[in-house]
């Protein structure tokens, strides 16, 4: 059931039962108001009758729902649990190149799907009648085409309509193709760690604090997995100051779990006082060239230029490791709606852009990211045509929103 129909199915039970009501208390005794003569004929005028016309109505609907419902009602879709696939996961990701996002599946809140030659994989989300894919799929890309086919006839035989969360323009072309329309969620930052270095004018900012950190004897630790469970009480402690009574986010933003922390590099934040703040490491499965961040949280109070110090850490030890590109993350609704023809939905999103520092910081998100990125690339949501656009949106954001299930 989609939204749209959900609400007209509304109106119209909300409008029946209205007339009902109204032709019921119309022809009580008591009633003051009455129908007018000419209209007597085309209405039930004993309320006994009009009662037991209701009742049988409603027993004849239930018997066409019971006959539509569970008659007609198609097989259930099966979808794999990455929990119990995960051995395989890691050797998709390590035969083809992975996304951004790939990482994101051992949060094991997502199902996934394999084409059925086995060479192109999909994680995905289901909320209401949509399926709503996460990141670009991977696999080999010459089977690209004919796998999204092939996802989008197992959808429809179950009565969903896919969305394409957070693509590039690797498949644009094949969406364009099945119908699909695109919406510009912003752009993500990069830096070129081959360029990165902290000398320079530029950088004698970023210079002075790093050097402020280091001499009050801070330090960023790389950690590797197995983590100990005196790390994992320090992580959890840190994580939960910083979310201060906030609900945890899912879907395409990791979240506190400690299998999911177990499975890459963590890098911790530790001063005179212990540990206070850490930044878990996100693999792009690219065979080394490319690397990202996902969580990162310090404790309230942490001193001024924290986010800086363990951005300016990361790089460094990046690149000592031979990755070419850090990943700094989304900066949402970042140079959407900027020229005069674009669309008004873009427009709008530009405005909320400009104005909605009260809801989500994105002016200050993109300042800080603009300090370090050397390039940004576009990232899109693609809906059918036929899709509400705002529908679409608000059932992705509640579904980053809604309480983690595994």
């Known amino acids: ?70 008659i007609r009602t198609p ?33 094991h809140d997502k199902f996934v799907h394999w084409n059925e ?40 035989r179950h009565g969903y309509t896919p969305v394409f969360y957070e693509i590039n323009n690797k498949i644009f072309s094949a969406l364009h193709e099945y119908g699909y329309s695109f919406f510009k969620l912003g752009e993500e930052a990069f830096v070129d760690l081959e360029k990165f270095t902290l000398t320079g004018k ?64 963590i890098a911790i934040l530790r001063g005179a006082q212990g540990t206070f703040g850490f930044a878990s490491i996100m693999p792009m499965y690219d065979r080394g060239e490319r690397v990202s961040v996902d969580l990162m949280r310090f404790k309230p109070g942490s001193p001024s230029g924290t986010m800086d110090f363990i951005f300016l850490s990361l790089f460094e030890w990046a690149k000592s490791e031979g990755y070419r590109v850090f990943n700094m993350g989304m900066s949402p609704l970042s140079n959407v709606g900027q020229s005069r023809y674009s669309f008004l939905s873009e427009k709008i999103a530009a405005q909320i852009f400009l104005h909605g520092q009260h809801f989500y910081h994105f002016k200050g998100l993109k300042n800080f990211k603009l300090k370090y990125a050397d390039f940004w690339v576009p990232k899109y949501v693609a809906y059918r045509k036929k899709s509400s656009l705002p529908f679409t949106m608000a059932q992705i954001t509640l579904l980053i929103g809604q309480k983690r299930k595994k």
């Open 1 to 70: 059931m989609t939204w749209g129909i959900v609400i007209l199915d509304l109106a119209i039970v909300t409008v029946i039962t209205a007339m009902y009501v109204m032709i019921g208390y119309v022809n009580l005794p008591s009633a003051k108001i009455h129908f007018p003569s000419a209209l007597q004929d085309y209405i039930i005028t004993d309320y006994h009758d009009l009662f037991y016309s209701a009742v049988i109505g409603i027993l004849i609907a239930i018997v066409i729902f019971y006959i539509g419902y569970f």
């Open 75 to 107: 097989k259930k879709m099966v979808n794999l649990l990455s929990i119990e696939h995960e051995e395989a996961i890691k050797n998709h990701l390590m035969t083809y190149k992975g996304t951004e996002y790939s990482h994101l599946i051992f949060l």
């Open 117 to 156: 030659k086995g060479t192109v994989l999909f994680s995905y989300q289901i909320y209401a009648d949509k399926i709503i894919v996460l990141g670009d799929p991977v696999g080999n890309e010459s089977d690209f085409l004919s796998a999204i086919q092939e996802f989008l006839e197992l959808a429809d």
């Open 202 to 265: 530029e950088m004698k900012g970023s210079r002075a604090i790093k050097n402020k950190f280091e001499r009050e004897n801070y330090i960023v630790e790389i950690l590797s997995p197995p983590y100990s469970q005196e790390v994992m009480k320090e992580l959890k402690e840190v994580s939960t100051k910083w979310l201060q009574g906030r609900a945890e986010k899912g879907f395409s933003l990791g979240f506190f779990d400690e299998h999911y922390l177990s499975t890459s590099n």
